[in-house]
């Protein structure tokens, strides 16, 4: 089946450092690809996404290509704030529309002033 | 543009006792929904999804159920409560059309069973 690997944290940064979350997937198929942040009591928010390979989805100044010789989709950000702080999934999806998500365990990013 | 409640946000219930979370959506037609669940320290694990009223498909045997009554409504439900079903509830949609598509989350419900 489908699984997601990322790494779990916590991983701490002071601010302004540059920020890497590696996840790697293994799914059938050709899946799509996304980033979710979730806040401190919050749902998850959708930070970005790619649909296809050598896509390289963007938003709020975090970035992840979707590498699929390397069945690999990191995150990135070159200068990270303390508002960044929340926890980071990877998650896909392969299936026929109707599938749920499949997730990784998250990786809690704590940045300090 | 589309909005996706739940309710209650918080919960706390003895065990053995009934359970109904609700979840409904606005601003969109004929959407999928899905109930995960987000146990502490852990990932999130689908649990059901549907693509239509009355149609519910279960990824995980446990004692939970959903139901669809409405298009935009989404309802997880126990009878008996376990310990084991503390965690944070998240409900979500998609575009139904469309496949390979993002989900977008509503606030979820924290359920804490003694």
């Known amino acids: 089946g489908d699984s997601v690997t990322q790494m779990e944290g916590p991983v701490t940064l002071s601010e302004e450092a540059f920020l890497t979350i590696n996840c790697t997937y293994t799914?059938?198929?050709?899946?799509?690809l996304f980033w979710y942040v979730q806040y401190p009591g919050e749902g998850l928010q959708l930070l970005l996404k790619?649909?296809?390979?050598?896509d390289k989805g963007s938003n709020k100044g975090f970035e992840a290509t979707y590498r699929k010789e390397t069945t690999s989709f990191h995150l990135e950000k070159g200068s990270v704030q303390v508002s960044d702080s929340a926890v980071y999934f990877c998650?896909?999806?392969?299936?026929?529309?109707?599938?749920?998500?499949?997730f990784g365990k998250g990786t809690h990013l704590i940045i300090q002033p | 543009s589309q909005t996706i409640h739940q309710w209650p946000a918080t919960l706390v219930q003895p065990v053995g006792s009934p359970l109904s979370l609700e979840c409904t959506v606005e601003?969109?037609?004929?959407?999928?929904l899905y109930w995960y669940r987000q146990a502490a320290g852990r990932g999130l694990q689908l649990l059901f999804y549907?693509?239509?009223?009355?149609?519910i498909s279960s990824e995980v045997p446990q004692n939970l159920s959903a139901s669809r009554p409405q298009d935009r409504q989404f309802i997880l439900s126990s009878k008996k409560l376990l310990l084991s079903d503390s965690g944070f509830y998240l409900c979500?949609?998609?575009?139904?059309?469309?496949?390979?598509?993002?989900?977008?989350f509503g606030p979820g419900t924290r359920l804490t069973v003694t």
């Open positions: 979500a949609w998609s575009v139904r059309a469309a496949p390979l598509v993002e989900q977008y």
């Open positions: 790619a649909t296809k390979a050598d």
């Open positions: 799914a059938t198929g050709y899946p799509s």
């Open positions: 998650a896909l999806t392969s299936g026929g529309g109707a599938d749920g998500l499949t």
């Open positions: 601003g969109t037609s004929n959407p999928n």
């Open positions: 549907s693509v239509g009223i009355g149609q």
